[in-house]
């Protein structure tokens, strides 16, 4: 409600005024027919400013993270939720299409982060560790068939400064601080304050037409997969609950490395290999308590220790052609 002046303004035209009263019954306006005036003016001089785009409109999309402040200090699942077009069930799976039949690589290789059908382990790399990230939703034979409804690139950042240069990082977290329900009588309970630690390095050495790289997290956590309660009624009167507390602690460290090599303008070719090591220790203890007498009537626990790892080499050839645009890549 009240009296405004809005103001038009175009480039080559003479700006208009022009006054709107509003009040709080009317919430449409027509201001009519907005007339301008052509106006010359010498312009001293034109500044054309290039950057590129967060996201490009084709069949892969790119979306930047290096210098996107808003994501430097959250993980890259963060950074997937807030981009178009993606979306996470409750299970962790990458949904793009309406379909979780996705591959996520990083640095065009397949890792125990990004296993199919689970990628809840990309909430342990940082973004501000990433490049861009790239999404194509139509891939071509070339990529694992089990993607059809899209591939996720994730791409870390080098640098291209002669000499040596890089990052080094520290990522801490804690998870619930409190807890919604009671443990029920056992030595261990849940997990509540789940505190996590990554340490990062990001290391690069340029010389001449080689560039050496060396990318590492580190992934040290408590966490709590699962804790459920059940409560058991029988027919002769007996009461039950039981809570099964799925508690973790898990080790991840994840190693690549490689060589750049810029023969010439148009002809480059990467070497590298990449180490990804997981451990986890799962660990409970399930009693069954009688609500009538609050007697522990029975116990067990169980301990499952895995171990996962993953080693990728690879080599990648790529040849941009004098015309601007076409380019030739193979990968080995």
């Known amino acids: 409600m009240g009296k405004y002046l809005i103001s038009f303004s175009f480039i080559g035209f003479s700006p208009v005024e022009q006054k709107l009263t509003a009040s709080g019954l009317n919430t449409i306006f027509d201001l009519g027919k907005i007339n301008m005036k052509p106006s010359a003016q010498e312009l001293s001089e034109v500044e054309l400013v290039v950057k590129q785009a967060t996201t490009n409109a084709d069949l892969k999309k790119t979306f930047n993270l290096a210098n996107t402040i808003a994501q430097s200090g959250g993980s890259v699942l963060d950074a997937m939720k807030t981009m178009p077009g993606v979306a996470f069930d409750q299970d962790g799976k990458v949904i793009l299409r309406g379909s979780d039949k996705v591959v996520v690589l990083i640095d065009g290789k397949q890792s125990s982060l990004t ?158 290999g990449m180490f990804d090591r997981e451990k986890h220790i799962d660990t409970a203890q399930v009693a069954y308590i009688d609500l009538d007498t609050d007697r522990r009537i029975r116990y067990y626990n169980w301990q499952e220790e895995e171990v996962t790892s993953y080693i990728n080499v690879a080599a990648n050839y790529r040849h941009k052609f004098e015309q601007v645009g076409p380019t030739l890549s193979g990968n080995i």
């Open 115 to 272: 296993v199919f059908g689970n990628q809840k382990g990309l909430s342990n790399i940082p973004a501000s560790n990433i490049e861009k990230i790239e999404i194509i939703n139509n891939p071509s034979a070339k990529y694992d068939a089990n993607g059809f409804a899209g591939i996720v690139k994730i791409i870390y950042k080098k640098e291209k400064q002669n000499g040596l240069n890089g990052e080094v990082g520290l990522s801490f977290g804690v998870g619930a601080l409190g807890k919604r329900k009671h443990d029920t009588e056992t030595d261990l309970g849940s997990y509540s304050v789940n505190p996590k630690l990554i340490p990062s390095i990001n290391l690069n050495y340029r010389k001449g037409p080689l560039n050496y790289f060396l990318q590492s997290e580190f992934i040290i956590q408590e966490a709590l997969l699962n804790n459920e309660f059940s409560t058991r009624s029988y027919a002769n009167g007996d009461n039950i609950i039981s809570q099964v507390p799925e508690n973790r602690r898990q080790f991840r460290s994840i190693i690549t490395s490689g060589i750049d090599w810029e023969m010439d303008d148009n002809n480059s070719m990467t070497f590298s």
